[in-house]
């Protein structure tokens, strides 16, 4: 009987681990674990001591049409060990090439070509990582014109030729038959039953006359009424809520747990009365013959930098620059995924510089578009796309409007930097014993301060104010330093800011100069702003 389970958030981890039962396994997301701080990579690794987890990733991009990462794999079999899973699931879908990274799951064109490639990768990643692959089928909004299989059978041929699983997601299986135009229960019957080791239930929403996959409300009616006949054809090991938005509303996860557990007790009810009915899949088709990986790599390339260019795919002629293979009835969908692909690194990009994306939404939405044409994604993380908008104001200062944007992308980047190195760390050892009265005692700035000069009130913006403008003032002193926990900030004295900016190495200070200077020093150290330790000059 299959285990009901839900994918681990950091996020909601507490209430996740307040909730076991009803939570009867987990679904970590590998990506997670080896981008994680110290703490996480901890709690990741205590999971298998509550109950069953299952390995989930999402950044290999199976299908690209290069040999897989074998860095990343040799990653993904270190967590494997550690957590100890019988398989390990991906999707089968492409999300970026060298140079270009969406973190979109975008579809692959269901050739010989293509499956040749694809199983070559898949016996890779099972050689690297030493466990069964299990594939996961994707949400997608386009296909190919030279696709020549169903999209079951392909993934069924997929499994026959490499002895991978399936992890078969109702939800976009519920998603795909809507907007293509097929019956799902034609795809659960042409899947080998042996094969589906897990099963997928998330909700979605409409838009733009399409089902599309969000992830951030309850699963749909239409999508748990796909579980009983996947049921009754096959045999997972477990049943996977998703929910990786809108975590306010995560109590609704647990309402979808008991559904599932419902459906999932009544066909274990009516097993024994339907098994052995599961028909046999249909023939399938003969495809072309085998292609160069170049071919389908230039295919990729052209999609991933089309969807990277709004001017491109939100033009009003979806025919103009549009990359090849894709089908001609489906070009006016690429502008709806190339939406998705930048409001989804948008979404990234605000969790590290939340101030500076509020003010470029309400005065500078010009320069988003620039950004997303100028600098595409060259990684799926956080802090690196933070980093290329952060450069790219910068370097586009001349013309910003409004002008304070720059400094505050300087400010906001320093803050979380320094946020991020607080976290990384253990934590911190500064080399501070109070001097005593009478001592003499060096000093010098703190290593890893950061310091910015500003005219503008840039406390203001940080604090939720939403001013189109900022008048120039008197120039201000910003200075930033990782804490114990997080960045520490200080709006400095125009004294104490001209002090820091000369003690770029150890100073001597005298015991005769001492005693007037030891609160500011004990102030200034306390903050984590200076560097103190017992005199060393002769």
Same mark, same amino acid.
């Given at each position: 009987?299959?285990?009901?389970?839900?994918? !681990?958030?950091?996020?909601?981890?507490?209430?996740?681990? $307040?909730?076991?039962?009803?939570?009867?396994?987990?679904?970590?997301?590998?990506?997670?674990?080896?981008?994680?701080?110290?703490?996480?990579?901890?709690?990741?690794?205590?999971?298998?001591?509550?109950?069953?987890?299952?390995?989930?990733?999402?950044?290999?991009?199976?299908?690209?049409?290069?040999?897989?990462?074998?860095?990343?794999?040799?990653?993904?079999?270190?967590?494997?060990?550690?957590?100890?899973?019988?398989? !390990?699931?991906?999707?089968?879908?492409?999300?970026?090439?060298?140079?270009?990274?969406?973190?979109?799951?975008?579809?692959?064109?269901?050739? $010989?070509?293509?499956?040749?490639?694809?199983?070559?990768?898949?016996?890779?990643?099972?050689?690297?990582?030493?466990?069964?692959?299990?594939? $996961?089928?994707?949400? !997608?909004?386009?296909?190919?014109?030279?696709?020549?299989?169903?999209?079951?059978?392909?993934?069924?041929?997929?499994?026959?030729?490499?002895?991978?699983?399936?992890?078969?997601?109702?939800?976009?299986?519920?998603?795909?038959?809507?907007?293509?135009?097929?019956?799902?229960?034609?795809?659960?019957?042409?899947?080998?039953?042996?094969?589906?080791?897990?099963?997928?239930?998330?909700?979605?929403?409409?838009?733009? %006359?399409?089902?599309?996959?969000?992830?951030?409300?309850?699963?749909?009616?239409?999508?748990?009424?796909?579980?009983?006949?996947?049921?009754?054809?096959?045999?997972?090991?477990?049943?996977?809520?998703?929910?990786?938005?809108?975590?306010?509303?995560?109590?609704?996860?647990?309402?979808?747990?008991?559904?599932?557990?419902?459906?999932?007790?009544?066909?274990?009810?009516?097993?024994?009365?339907?098994?052995?009915?599961?028909?046999?899949?249909?023939?399938?088709?003969?495809?072309?013959?085998?292609?160069?990986?170049?071919?389908?790599?230039?295919?990729?390339?052209?999609?991933?930098?089309?969807?990277?260019?709004?001017?491109?795919?939100?033009?009003?002629?979806?025919?103009?620059?549009?990359?090849?293979?894709?089908?001609?009835?489906?070009?006016?969908?690429?502008?709806?995924?190339?939406?998705?692909?930048?409001?989804?690194?948008?979404?990234?990009?605000?969790?590290?510089?939340?101030?500076?994306?509020?003010?470029?939404?309400?005065?500078?939405?010009?320069?988003?578009?620039?950004?997303?044409?100028?600098?595409?994604?060259?990684?799926?993380?956080?802090? $690196?796309?933070?980093?290329?908008?952060?450069?790219?104001?910068?370097?586009?200062?001349?013309?910003?409007?409004?002008?304070?944007?720059?400094?505050?992308?300087?400010?906001?980047?320093?803050?979380?930097?320094?946020?991020?190195?607080?976290?990384?760390?253990?934590?911190?050892? !500064?080399?501070?014993?109070?001097?005593?009265?009478?001592?003499?005692?060096?000093?010098?700035?703190?290593?890893?301060?950061?310091?910015?000069?500003?005219?503008?009130?840039?406390?203001?913006?940080?604090?939720?104010?939403?001013?189109?403008?900022?008048?120039?003032?008197?120039?201000?002193?910003?200075?930033?330093?990782?804490?114990?926990?997080?960045?520490?900030?200080?709006?400095?004295?125009?004294?104490?800011?001209?002090?820091?900016?000369?003690? %770029?190495?150890?100073?001597?200070?005298?015991?005769?100069?001492?005693?007037?200077?030891?609160?500011?020093?004990?102030?200034?150290?306390?903050?984590?702003?200076?560097?103190?330790?017992?005199?060393?000059?002769?």
């Amino acid at each position: 009987m299959p285990l009901i389970g839900v994918g !681990y958030r950091s996020e909601v981890g507490p209430f996740i681990r $307040e909730s076991m039962p009803p939570i009867e396994a987990l679904e970590i997301t590998v990506d997670h674990c080896i981008r994680s701080i110290p703490e996480h990579r901890r709690d990741f690794r205590q999971l298998p001591e509550l109950c069953p987890v299952f390995l989930h990733g999402v950044g290999l991009s199976l299908g690209t049409a290069q040999r897989p990462d074998s860095g990343y794999l040799s990653d993904v079999r270190q967590w494997a060990q550690w957590l100890g899973v019988p398989w !390990y699931s991906e999707h089968l879908a492409f999300t970026k090439v060298p140079g270009l990274d969406h973190a979109q799951l975008l579809p692959l064109p269901r050739t $010989e070509q293509t499956l040749r490639i694809l199983c070559d990768n898949i016996d890779i990643v099972q050689d690297g990582v030493g466990l069964p692959v299990v594939l $996961e089928n994707i949400s !997608y909004y386009f296909d190919y014109h030279d696709s020549e299989v169903f999209e079951a059978d392909f993934l069924a041929e997929v499994c026959n030729r490499t002895g991978a699983g399936i992890l078969l997601d109702l939800e976009n299986l519920r998603i795909n038959s809507s907007n293509h135009g097929y019956d799902a229960g034609a795809f659960l019957a042409a899947l080998p039953p042996r094969a589906v080791r897990a099963i997928h239930l998330a909700g979605g929403c409409e838009s733009h %006359d399409l089902a599309i996959d969000t992830h951030d409300r309850q699963v749909s009616p239409a999508t748990f009424a796909l579980l009983p006949e996947a049921l009754r054809r096959h045999q997972p090991d477990a049943i996977i809520i998703e929910r990786d938005q809108a975590f306010e509303g995560f109590m609704e996860v647990l309402v979808d747990v008991e559904q599932a557990r419902r459906i999932r007790d009544e066909a274990a009810a009516d097993l024994p009365r339907s098994a052995g009915t599961s028909e046999v899949p249909p023939p399938r088709p003969t495809v072309s013959a085998s292609a160069r990986r170049r071919t389908l790599f230039d295919r990729q390339r052209s999609i991933l930098e089309h969807l990277s260019n709004p001017a491109g795919y939100a033009s009003a002629e979806p025919l103009r620059g549009a990359p090849g293979g894709v089908r001609g009835d489906h070009l006016d969908r690429l502008a709806l995924v190339g939406s998705l692909v930048l409001a989804k690194r948008w979404e990234k990009i605000k969790s590290i510089l939340p101030a500076t994306c509020r003010c470029l939404d309400a005065h500078a939405a010009h320069l988003i578009r620039e950004f997303a044409a100028v600098e595409p994604p060259r990684s799926p993380g956080r802090r $690196e796309n933070a980093r290329q908008l952060h450069d790219f104001i910068v370097a586009s200062a001349g013309r910003v409007e409004p002008d304070y944007l720059v400094d505050l992308v300087r400010l906001e980047h320093m803050i979380a930097s320094a946020t991020f190195s607080s976290r990384e760390r253990e934590q911190r050892r !500064y080399p501070f014993a109070p001097p005593a009265a009478g001592e003499s005692f060096d000093l010098r700035s703190a290593s890893d301060l950061k310091i910015l000069k500003t005219p503008f009130d840039l406390k203001r913006v940080l604090d939720g104010a939403d001013s189109a403008t900022l008048d120039r003032g008197p120039d201000q002193t910003v200075a930033v330093v990782p804490g114990a926990d997080s960045a520490r900030v200080f709006w400095l004295d125009p004294g104490v800011a001209a002090l820091l900016l000369t003690l %770029d190495d150890w100073t001597t200070i005298h015991a005769a100069q001492a005693e007037p200077i030891q609160e500011l020093v004990l102030s200034l150290a306390a903050g984590h702003l200076i560097e103190v330790r017992p005199c060393v000059s002769a």
